[in-house]
Antibody, heavy 117, light 111 residues
Framework: EVQLVETGGGLIQPGGSLRLSCAAS????????MSWVRQAPGKGLEWVSV???????YYADSVKGRFTISRDNSKNTLYLQMNSLRAEDTAVYYC???????????WGQGTLVTVSS | QSVLTQPPSVSAAPGQKVTISCSGS????????VSWYQQLPGTAPKLLIY???KRPSGIPDRFSGSKSGTSATLGITGLQTGDEADYYC????????????FGGGTKLTVL
């Protein structure tokens, strides 16, 4: 059974850093495209970043230069390093697996990141 | 403002049919598969339709998807109160570097 479990969210001051983790089971992270998607309170879905199976990474303009997606193949875990956090980064962050056709076939339960002083 | 355009809300009575539209451009819907997601209150999104019109295992055939040109449509027949949720369309955009785009979401109310 495929499972994605995010951890690492919490309350952080503006300008601070946080690292989210997503432990995967039931499949191999490094063999798939993996993404982070966020949802601000009461708002819609916003794609954040993707890492291809080959290792290429892409980011939304809103986080480019501040966030870094990575993975640890030995731990079958996906990460999102978030630096220079802003109030507008406040959201539930979902870890997601991207299927071959480009759809997101599995989502984690989400972890809440609140950026506030 | 979302790259893909959806109506903010739709409503219909139980047992009726509803459609939700998703409009994009040639750089996204026009050249890529469209997927649809259902998000029940307080939960993570769930894949409803993939590759324009395919249903994952466990999704009833009351849900259907179609695509024409730069637009896509989600159809739901035999509406149930449990279908009340937010629905999002999504696809890839390849205008510059590849990235995923979503619609702004549509709130379905089953009256």
């Amino acid at each position: 059974e495929v499972q994605l479990v995010e951890t690492g969210g919490g309350l952080i001051q503006p300008g601070g850093s946080l690292r989210l983790s997503c432990a995967a089971s039931g499949f191999t992270v490094s063999s798939n495209y993996m993404s982070w998607v966020r949802q601000a309170p009461g708002k819609g879905l916003e794609w954040v970043s993707v890492i291809y199976s080959g290792g290429s990474t892409y980011y939304a303009d809103s986080v480019k230069g501040r966030f870094t997606i990575s993975r640890d193949n030995s731990k079958n875990t996906l990460y999102l390093q978030m630096n220079s956090l802003r109030a507008e980064d406040t959201a539930v962050y979902y870890c997601a697996r991207v299927a071959g056709g480009g759809d997101i076939d599995y989502w984690g339960q989400g972890t809440l990141v609140t950026v506030s002083s | 403002q979302s790259v893909l355009t959806q109506p903010p809300s739709v409503s219909a009575a139980p047992g009726q049919k509803v459609t939700i539209s998703c409009s994009g451009s040639s750089s996204n819907i026009g050249n890529n598969y469209v997927s649809w997601y259902q998000q029940l209150p307080g939960t993570a999104p769930k894949l409803l339709i993939y590759e324009n019109n395919k249903r994952p295992s466990g999704i009833p055939d009351r849900f259907s998807g179609s695509k024409s040109g730069t637009s896509a449509t989600l159809g739901i027949t035999g509406l149930q109160t449990g279908d009340e949720a937010d629905y999002y369309c999504g696809t890839w955009d390849s205008s510059l570097s590849p990235y995923v785009v979503f619609g702004g979401g549509t709130k379905l109310t089953v009256l």
